[in-house]
């Protein structure tokens, strides 16, 4: 999609009803990130990149929320031991080995 902002190192959470935005890694790539009562802007340089309007739940969405063919998004795939270092703050690995014999639900990581 032209001029659309490319955004990295974005976490795949399934089931997740929405795609989240954080706040801080944007403000890490020198946007600056402006919320109203009635929206919000994400600028770089002195240019709005992206505009978003504040709902009635309180939330700010992004963009049209009906799928178009303007849309894109692209899913990146990580192994679930990849997935569960980020997820745990970027424990080392043969530590979060360890971890499936002490926390219900993990997956056993080799």
Not at 48 to 71: A, F, H, M, P, W
Request: charged letters at 25%.
């Amino acid at each position: 999609v032209p001029n659309m902002p490319v955004i990295e190192d974005v976490l795949y959470v399934d089931g997740l009803k929405h795609n989240l935005l954080s706040i801080c890694q944007i403000c890490d790539k020198d946007h600056i990130v402006n919320f109203s009562s009635l929206g919000c802007e994400i600028s770089k340089n002195g240019k709005i990149i992206l505009r978003g309007l504040r709902t009635k739940e309180n939330c700010y969405v992004i963009g049209d929320q009906k799928e178009s063919s303007s849309s894109a998004c692209y899913i990146a795939h990580l192994d679930e031991a990849q997935l569960w270092h980020q997820r745990l703050g970027h424990v080392n690995f043969r530590d979060l080995s360890k971890l499936d014999k002490y926390v219900k639900g993990l997956p056993k990581i080799s």
